[in-house]
């Protein structure tokens, strides 16, 4: 099985703070995420789109300045990570598009088929959310984005998501994710629920890519923390999603090498039967021809 491409979705746990979304880019690392992704959104743009004028207060607590932008994406690549940014409009994507090599389509504008044309535009490797939609809603979504990619654009992969904030496990439906793949593009896990089983039970189902909300406290104030994991609980899902990827083998049903003594064993457990079995036959036969030759009969004839 291919290395599971795992990514830290730090979001806005950056609590619009610097030095924390850089720090959060290290204790990624160490947490052994493959990627990382940052969200590049306007308060007023989200609520717009999306109607949630309750949220405005939220967003615009947790909105990132552009200008972050290369310092992150450059303390990634140094630590020999991919940087990934969500970008949730025009604006955002013309700005986002200047420091990523693949974009990333939140759940939330995957039903956006205008977005989803312009990132397709782009050129570049597209992973998509599907949160909230049913088979038709994606099978729509993708035929858009699939019929307006150029250059090395390509849908890389779908990710099979519940767009709760934390989602139940119940609702996981992680059968679901299954069917999202083909030959075409690979499926996976965008997970909000409190642990890491799912993600890990994602990719014994054959997850390629598995997104997970990060944070260094859960505690802590804001939209993302309490559907995030910490630092020590990420790295054991990364090494659990490792030791699967080991243990899912390549599919072929053979004898495997550490069987080599068992079956060495149990040929020569045969060989000593098969020996005994011999040396008993003869010994009757010995005796059979004993007794007759002691009753003045002829020997059997062995057969």
């Known amino acids: 099985m291919s290395k599971t491409y795992i990514i830290a979705e730090i979001s806005s746990n950056h609590d619009a703070i610097l030095y924390r979304a850089r ?3 290290t204790r990624a690392k160490d947490s052994g995420a493959d990627a990382v992704k940052f969200q590049l959104f306007r308060a007023d743009s989200l609520v717009e ?16 300045p552009d200008w972050w932008l290369p310092i992150l994406r450059d303390d990634a690549k140094e630590l020999g990570m991919d940087f990934l940014c969500t970008a949730y409009d025009a604006w ?7 420091f990523v090599d693949m974009h990333k389509v939140s759940s939330f504008e995957a039903g956006d088929h205008q977005f989803l044309a312009q990132v397709a535009q782009t050129g570049k490797p597209v992973i998509m959310s599907t949160g909230m939609m ?18 090395d654009g390509r849908l890389k992969a779908l990710l099979h998501c519940t767009s ?11 059968l679901a994710m299954v069917k999202l793949g083909t030959p075409a593009w690979e499926y996976g896990l965008s997970d909000h629920t409190t642990g890491i089983t799912c993600p890990v039970a994602a990719v014994a189902l054959g997850a390629t890519v598995i997104e997970k909300h990060f944070t260094d406290d859960r505690d802590r104030v804001g939209p993302d923390h309490a559907s995030s994991i910490e630092p020590s609980e990420f790295r054991r899902m990364v090494d659990m999603i490792r030791e699967i990827e080991v243990a899912l083998g390549d599919g072929v049903k053979q004898a495997q090498p550490s069987e080599a003594a ?6 020569r ?19 059979i021809g004993t007794i007759a030759q002691r009753s003045g009969g002829d020997e059997p004839t062995r057969r």
């Open 262 to 267: 068992m079956g060495e064993l149990k040929i």
């Open 49 to 64: 789109r999306r109607g949630a004028k309750d949220f405005w207060r939220t967003y615009k607590a947790n909105e990132m």
């Open 164 to 174: 709760s904030y934390p989602a139940p496990v119940e609702d996981a439906n992680l």
């Open 269 to 287: 457990n045969v060989v000593e039967s098969v020996s005994r079995a011999i040396d008993e036959h003869t010994n009757v036969f010995r005796d």
């Open 134 to 151: 049913d088979s038709k809603m994606v099978e729509e979504s993708v035929s858009i984005l699939t019929g307006n990619c150029i250059g």
């Open 23 to 25: 720090d959060l880019i």
């Open 92 to 98: 955002g994507l013309e700005i986002v598009n200047q």
